[in-house]
């Protein structure tokens, strides 16, 4: 991609377009919860017959998902809040300093949820948006399927992301991958 640089720090090549009243006023509308690759997710889930909770509070993090009977947990990460190594996941040109540091924290904070939920003896799967949505997206039912295999397995750990060239699903080894 040009102008982005390594790939733990991409970052757009241009300036941004919108004024900072506009930016202002779409990055308000940017929801939590219930976001729609999260739904589309949540809808696939279902079909696939698995029975769920949203958004416990009581976990760390917060999931998106919750199969207690599983002692599971799903997060439908955006790529761009949560620094995915993915064309979704670049930087704003505009304020690189503030987008820097409030991106790297996200991350911190991701792995401190994971690690609370490792120790608390929970398995989590994270679902970047990528996988969801744009020119790489898997088939939905293809990752219900996939998480669906993964809840009757052992492994503790899973990652879904979009069919990039680089992009293998696997366990959360980097979970920016």
Not at 7 to 20: E, Y
């Amino acid at each position: 991609m040009s102008g982005a640089s390594s790939a733990s720090g991409r970052r757009a090549s241009r300036p941004d377009r919108l004024t900072p009243a506009q930016r202002s006023h779409n990055m308000s509308r940017i929801r939590a919860a219930d976001t729609g690759p999260e739904l589309l997710l949540r809808r696939a889930l279902h079909r696939a017959g698995l029975r769920y909770r949203l958004h416990d509070r009581s976990l760390p993090g917060t999931p998106d998902v919750v199969l207690r009977g599983s002692r599971a947990v799903i997060f439908v990460h955006g790529c761009f809040w949560h620094s995915h190594d993915c064309p979704y996941g670049v930087r704003p040109a505009s304020n690189a300093d503030f987008w820097a540091a409030k991106l790297a924290r996200n991350v911190e904070r991701d792995a401190e949820q994971l690690a609370a939920l490792a120790a608390d003896e929970w398995r989590v799967t994270v679902v970047w948006e990528c996988a969801l949505k744009g020119r790489a997206r898997r088939p939905i039912d293809e990752a219900a399927d996939t998480i669906v295999k993964w809840l009757s397995g052992s492994s503790q750990t899973l990652a879904i992301a979009g069919a990039w060239p680089s992009a293998t699903d696997g366990p959360l080894g980097d979970l920016r991958r």
